[in-house]
């Protein structure tokens, strides 16, 4: 017999790759321009146009093994390095090329740093609203998924809440931030709180609960808002990053895994990731798009398109009537269905040709996300069916 969890994941798409899908066929039916289409994440704003030269220049110049062949299974040494200098340039950490494991992409980094801690009947706590695939990944290592509540009105963690979760099984927590789907970003305080009850839980207890930082919108933030990073405030700390979303690089799936050498097991926890990713076959990351971020290591596209997105559609929404937190990063906007049912609104939506993903499937039910990384002409051609929708239920 198969193994029948792989068999319903195939055969049961996520609610965000079934919007995905049902906007391209409804593209060819009634044209692109009359489809709105705020389903997925997939950046619109261009790569740097330093990304299109150094990967010119890269194809003209390189040699064919540097640009096709195999790296080292943990990635390329000086990529890996100049990673870990521009981290300890802009976070005053003390990395080194040794702390880098380089894979395709953020979900790769977070299959991998799971399958590296977890044992069967581990927990992994995350917190609700959370990108849906974290409930996947943490299964797939053969440990429990617990979701613990935010705070409604800011969406930020309950404290109160993470501390009468943590029990002798937990193993892991999972932020995100800026966070996917809200927007939210945790500020240093809660990172901060966040540490102290972990560290105090380690002291009491002697569990040893490792922080997991899903960091694919780090640079995405607006308003002169700053992301803390998670090394500088709790030792038993991993970053998964993903280049997809700050160099709109998301079809070539390049990411890291930067695991905190100022932990009590460094070595142990980075020789796991090694082996959770020989194991799992995740070794060698694409080479030419390794040597590319060599090249073009802290620079990011042109996300002042979000910031002006943003705006645009959250005084639209709440002058229609719509409740909204406003996000501080990140291209999503969590909206509050006017009805119980968030299903029930998203079907509502799609009578004005509205693609937008329910709540239910970030383990949040009565809202609903907005993806807003789109070309600004489609908010603009899109508010009128925001409107006509909110008028539907009476909000305006």
Known sequence: MLNQNNVILGQNRSAIRELFEYAKKRKTEIGEENVFDFSIGNPSVPPP???????????????????????????????????????????????NAEC????????????????????????????????????????????????????????????NALKNTLSPATKAVIIN????????????????????????????????????????????????????FIMNYYSRSIVCYSYSKSLSLAGERIGYIAVNNAME??????????????????????????????????????????????????????????EVVKPDGAFYMFVKSPEVDDKAFVERAKRYELLIVPGECFGYKGYVRVSYCVNTDVIERALPAFKSLAESYKLI
């Open 49 to 95: 146009v330093e990304v299109e030269t150094a990967l010119s220049d890269l194809i003209n110049t390189a040699s064919f093994e540097e640009l096709h062949g195999y790296t080292s299974a943990h990635g390329c040494y000086s990529v890996r390095k100049v990673i870990a200098d521009y981290l300890n340039g802009k976070f005053n950490t003390s990395l």
């Open 100 to 159: 880098l494991y380089m894979t395709c992409g953020a979900a790769a980094s977070l299959t991998i740093t799971l399958n590296a801690l977890l044992n069967e009947g581990d927990e992994v706590i995350v917190f609700v609203p959370y990108f849906p695939e974290y409930k996947v990944y943490t299964e797939h290592a053969r440990a429990k998924f617990v979701a613990v509540k935010c705070e409604e009105k800011t969406f930020l963690p309950d404290l």
């Open 177 to 228: 931030s800026p966070n996917n789907p809200s927007g939210v970003v945790y500020g240093e305080e809660i990172i901060k709180n966040i540490a102290e009850i972990l560290g105090d839980f380690y002291k009491k207890t002697g569990n040893a609960v490792y922080l997991i930082s899903d960091e694919p919108y780090r640079e995405l933030v607006y308003d002169g808002i700053t992301v803390p």
């Open 265 to 322: 097991d460094f070595l142990e926890v980075y020789a796991a990731v090694c082996g959770a990713g020989r194991s799992l076959g995740f070794v060698c990351a694409p080479s030419l798009f390794q040597k590319l971020i060599e090249r073009v290591c802290g620079i990011t596209s042109d996300i002042s398109v979000y910031e002006r997105n943003r705006n645009l559609l959250y005084r639209a929404l709440i002058e229609y009537g719509y």
